[in-house]
């Protein structure tokens, strides 16, 4: 069996992580293409059978995977229809097609890559059809697919993993671009679709099985995305927790108060006075010290310090080497290398590098208790988490600068100190604070003196 992972285009709704591979984008620290990757190896599949089409910031991929020997990298064909045209004659009867930016539960990949139907293809429960790809389904055949369509046509998602033979990928290769099969009035983009030629496939009297995942899949698409996926994901971690786990090397301080169960790495410390409210899962070489409250689900990436009564609230997934200090609370996601050692109130993705200047603060409460819009290339969204910040790579923020509910920052931009952030900023952006300054003459008379 032949595994084909493909890694997506550009995708402009992901900003302020848009110039990421949303197959790179870590779920639990480790980048999702990894997890993919580390399964099938897991699982019995050569790495030679392992072909990746690298598509958007093939650099990216190819940093993450050179390690792996063997795996075929394939950045030299123009799209995926042409990629998986090349590699057609040296593919087996049976194929495993994964698209990189979903993220999954591992049960649910065996199902699929177990399932012994000639053509199979993963679903999970529908939610927002109008916003999938999506099939109609009966007795476990799959009978269509449609794009983004109302919800009486369809009754599950596509969840980005297929099992299909040969036949059916000839298909595939050989289908038009868009959807042929279509309600009337739908608009879709001509681009290429998978389910497009397993429609033809289908209308020629072949029939494709529905495997249904058990648990939640992710597509990363919007920034959000990536705060559902880590907790998602985090929650299913600690379920499996049942008694703590204390690496022989680690220490906890006689004076931390510890309620709930914790997994501790090597050369870990969790020193005078902590709190521990929930479970907690800490990596290898990181100091929790002095006062640092910790509440909920937590994970911290390694080489990272809580100290000096910084305060997580879970569920929070902390990224490698980064800094909580004097008083800085968080919740969300951070990536690595994060810093925010002052006075701070954050709630969202904060993305790899960036500097939490002291007194920070996002404002995630409307007035109205409603869901901050995000106008995102012409459509309006207002998922689940909404209202968190979310700022890219490398961006500095100013002392005091307040975020509105639901800004998002670019990557590589500074902001001028005592901003409110009213809007969205740019990448490689420089806001800077206009002020009216009024003097007038003061002293000591005005007291009467």
Same mark, same amino acid.
């Given at each position: /069996?032949?595994?084909?992972?493909?890694?997506? &285009?550009?995708?402009?709704?992901?900003?302020?992580?848009d110039?990421? #591979?949303p197959?790179?984008?870590?779920?639990l620290?480790?980048?999702?293409?990894?997890?993919?990757?580390?399964?099938?190896?897991?699982?019995?599949?050569?790495?030679?059978?392992?072909?990746?089409?690298l598509?958007?910031?093939?650099?990216?991929?190819t940093?993450?995977?050179?390690?792996?020997?063997?795996?075929?990298?394939?950045?030299?064909?123009?799209?995926?229809?042409?990629?998986?045209?090349?590699?057609?004659?040296?593919?087996?009867?049976?194929?495993?097609?994964?698209?990189?930016?979903?993220?999954?539960?591992?049960?649910?990949?065996?199902?699929?890559?177990?399932?012994?139907?000639?053509?199979?293809?993963? !679903?999970?429960?529908?939610?927002?059809?109008?916003?999938?790809?999506?099939?109609n389904?009966?007795?476990?055949d799959? #009978?269509?697919?449609?794009?983004?369509?109302?919800d009486?046509?369809?009754?599950?998602?596509?969840?980005?993993? %297929?099992? !299909?033979s040969?036949?059916?990928?000839?298909?595939?290769?050989?289908?038009?671009?868009g959807?042929?099969?279509?309600?009337? @009035?739908? /608009?879709?983009? &001509?681009s290429?679709?998978?389910?497009?030629?397993?429609?033809?496939?289908? &209308?020629?009297?072949? #029939?494709?099985?529905?495997k249904?995942?058990?648990?939640?899949?992710f597509?990363?698409?919007?920034?959000?995305?990536? !705060?559902?996926?880590?907790?998602?994901?985090?929650?299913?971690?600690?379920?499996?927790?049942?008694?703590?786990?204390?690496?022989?090397?680690?220490?906890?301080?006689k004076?931390?108060?510890?309620?709930?169960?914790?997994?501790? @790495?090597?050369?870990?410390?969790?020193?005078?006075?902590?709190v521990?409210?929930?479970?907690?899962?800490?990596g290898?070489?990181?100091v929790?010290?002095?006062?640092?409250?910790?509440?909920?689900?937590? !994970?911290? @990436?390694?080489?990272?310090?809580?100290? &000096? %009564?910084?305060?997580?609230?879970?569920?929070t997934?902390?990224?490698?080497?980064?800094?909580?200090?004097?008083?800085?609370?968080?919740?969300?996601?951070?990536?690595? @290398?994060?810093?925010?050692?002052?006075?701070?109130?954050?709630?969202?993705?904060?993305?790899? %590098?960036?500097?939490?200047?002291?007194?920070?603060?996002?404002?995630?409460?409307?007035?109205?208790?409603?869901?901050?819009?995000?106008? /995102?290339?012409?459509?309006? %969204?207002?998922?689940?988490?909404?209202?968190?910040?979310?700022?890219?790579?490398?961006?500095?923020?100013?002392?005091?600068?307040?975020?509105?509910?639901?800004?998002?920052?670019?990557?590589?931009?500074?902001?001028?100190?005592?901003?409110?952030?009213?809007?969205?900023?740019?990448?490689?952006?420089?806001?800077?604070?206009?002020?009216?300054?009024?003097?007038?003459?003061?002293?000591?008379?005005?007291?009467?003196?």
């Amino acid at each position: /069996m032949k595994v084909i992972l493909l890694c997506s &285009d550009y995708e402009e709704k992901l900003f302020p992580y848009d110039k990421w #591979q949303p197959a790179c984008l870590e779920v639990l620290n480790v980048s999702n293409i990894i997890h993919q990757v580390d399964f099938f190896i897991k699982n019995g599949i050569n790495p030679k059978d392992i072909h990746v089409f690298l598509g958007h910031q093939p650099k990216q991929v190819t940093h993450l995977l050179w390690k792996y020997s063997g795996i075929q990298l394939h950045g030299n064909f123009n799209d995926s229809r042409s990629f998986l045209a090349g590699i057609y004659p040296s593919l087996d009867e049976k194929t495993v097609i994964v698209k990189s930016d979903y993220v999954f539960v591992n049960e649910d990949l065996k199902k699929i890559l177990h399932h012994n139907a000639e053509d199979s293809v993963l !679903l999970t429960e529908k939610k927002e059809s109008t916003e999938a790809i999506c099939a109609n389904v009966e007795n476990d055949d799959i #009978q269509y697919f449609l794009g983004h369509p109302r919800d009486h046509y369809v009754t599950h998602q596509v969840a980005g993993v %297929y099992c !299909l033979s040969k036949a059916a990928l000839q298909y595939i290769i050989h289908s038009s671009d868009g959807f042929e099969k279509r309600i009337s @009035g739908s /608009m879709i983009p &001509d681009s290429f679709f998978i389910e497009n030629g397993l429609n033809q496939y289908l &209308d020629d009297g072949s #029939q494709i099985k529905c495997k249904l995942a058990e648990n939640e899949v992710f597509q990363l698409r919007f920034p959000w995305d990536i !705060l559902n996926a880590n907790v998602y994901h985090l929650d299913l971690l600690v379920k499996q927790m049942t008694e703590n786990d204390i690496s022989p090397s680690a220490k906890i301080d006689k004076t931390a108060s510890i309620h709930g169960v914790i997994k501790i @790495g090597e050369h870990s410390y969790v020193g005078k006075n902590v709190v521990v409210n929930g479970n907690l899962i800490v990596g290898d070489h990181v100091v929790i010290d002095n006062g640092a409250i910790l509440n909920g689900n937590i !994970l911290i @990436g390694d080489h990272s310090y809580v100290k &000096d %009564y910084a305060k997580l609230e879970g569920p929070t997934v902390i990224g490698k080497e980064n800094k909580f200090g004097h008083n800085a609370e968080f919740k969300g996601v951070s990536m690595k @290398g994060v810093s925010a050692v002052h006075y701070s109130e954050m709630f969202g993705v904060i993305g790899r %590098y960036v500097d939490i200047a002291a007194a920070c603060v996002a404002g995630i409460l409307r007035f109205n208790d409603t869901k901050q819009p995000h106008n /995102m290339t012409g459509r309006i %969204y207002t998922p689940e988490h909404s209202n968190a910040i979310f700022i890219g790579d490398y961006t500095r923020t100013g002392i005091n600068n307040v975020f509105f509910p639901g800004v998002k920052v670019g990557s590589n931009s500074a902001l001028y100190p005592g901003l409110n952030v009213e809007k969205d900023v740019a990448h490689e952006t420089l806001v800077i604070k206009k002020q009216e300054i009024i003097e007038n003459r003061w002293d000591a008379k005005r007291y009467g003196w």
